[in-house]
T-cell receptor, first 115, second 112 residues
C-alpha cells in the first residue's frame, strides 16, 4: 500500500522569499516520487521526479526536492518565489516503476505569492 | 514532440443529458491513456485507464464510461448526467511501462 500526505493545504509567501511545500509518503517498496504543478483551470505539469538516483532532484523553474528516506519526506523548495509560481502543487507517489496507473496523488497545496 | 488535446474546455449540461469528452494524443503510438476527475481539495481520482484499443479498465463504479476507438483517442461518456458528475476532468497519457504522466488542459463540466 502507498499513500502521500501534503502537510499544508495553503502556503502563502512574499515574492522573493523561499518556498517550502511539505510532503510525506508511505510506501511498501522503494518509491518513485513526483511533484506536479497546476495553474488555474489548466492541466498538471511535471516539475520533477525522483527515481532512486540522486536524492536531491532539480526540476524546472528553479524548484528542487530532496528525498529523505529516514523521514519519509519529499519536500519541494525554491530559494526565491516569483509571482508566476502561484499555483497548486501535487506530490505523487508510486511504488511500481512500470505503471502510471499506480500513482497516488496528494490532496494538493495551494501556493499564494504576495507582491 | 508529443502533444495531448482535450475538448471541450468547458461544458454546461442539464441533468439527464448525455456527455462526451474527447482526448487525442499526437506524436506517439500505443500510449497508455487515463481519465481523472479532480475535486477541490481532494487531489485526483483515476476513473479509467487504457493500455490499447478497446481495452478499458474502470477504477471506480460510477455513471460514466470510457472508450478507445483508435490508438490515440480516448472518450469519456455518460448517457444521463447527474449533478454529482460536475467537476474538472483531466485526460493524460504515459508511455507503455512508464509512470510519468502528461496531462491535457482539462475539461470543466457543470451539470445543472
Amino acid at each position: 500500500a502507498q499513500s502521500v500526505t501534503q502537510l499544508d493545504s495553503h502556503v502563502s509567501v512574499s515574492e522573493g522569499t523561499p518556498v517550502l511545500l511539505r510532503c510525506n509518503y508511505s510506501s511498501s517498496y522503494s518509491p518513485s516520487l513526483f511533484w506536479y504543478v497546476q495553474h488555474p483551470n489548466k492541466g498538471l505539469q511535471l516539475l520533477l521526479k525522483y527515481t532512486s538516483a540522486a536524492t536531491l532532484v532539480k526540476g524546472i523553474n528553479g524548484f528542487e526536492a530532496e528525498f529523505k528516506k529516514s523521514e519519509t519526506s519529499f519536500h519541494l523548495t525554491k530559494p526565491s518565489a516569483h509571482m508566476s509560481d502561484a499555483a497548486e502543487y501535487f506530490c505523487v507517489v508510486s511504488s511500481f516503476s512500470g505503471s502510471a496507473r499506480q500513482l497516488t496523488f496528494g490532496s494538493g497545496t495551494q501556493l499564494t505569492v504576495l507582491p | 514532440s508529443q502533444t495531448i488535446h482535450q475538448w471541450p474546455a468547458t461544458l454546461v449540461q442539464p441533468v439527464g443529458s448525455p456527455l462526451s469528452l474527447e482526448c487525442t494524443v499526437e506524436g506517439t503510438s500505443n500510449p497508455n491513456l487515463y481519465w481523472y476527475r479532480q475535486a477541490a481539495g481532494r487531489g485526483l481520482q483515476l476513473l479509467f485507464y487504457s493500455v490499447g484499443i478497446g481495452q478499458i479498465s474502470s477504477e471506480v463504479p460510477q455513471n460514466l464510461s470510457a472508450s478507445r476507438p483508435q490508438d490515440r483517442q480516448f472518450i469519456l461518456s455518460s448517457k444521463k448526467l447527474l449533478l454529482s458528475d460536475s467537476g474538472f476532468y483531466l485526460c493524460a497519457w504515459s508511455g507503455s511501462g512508464a509512470n510519468v504522466l502528461t496531462f491535457g488542459a482539462g475539461s470543466r463540466l457543470t451539470v445543472l
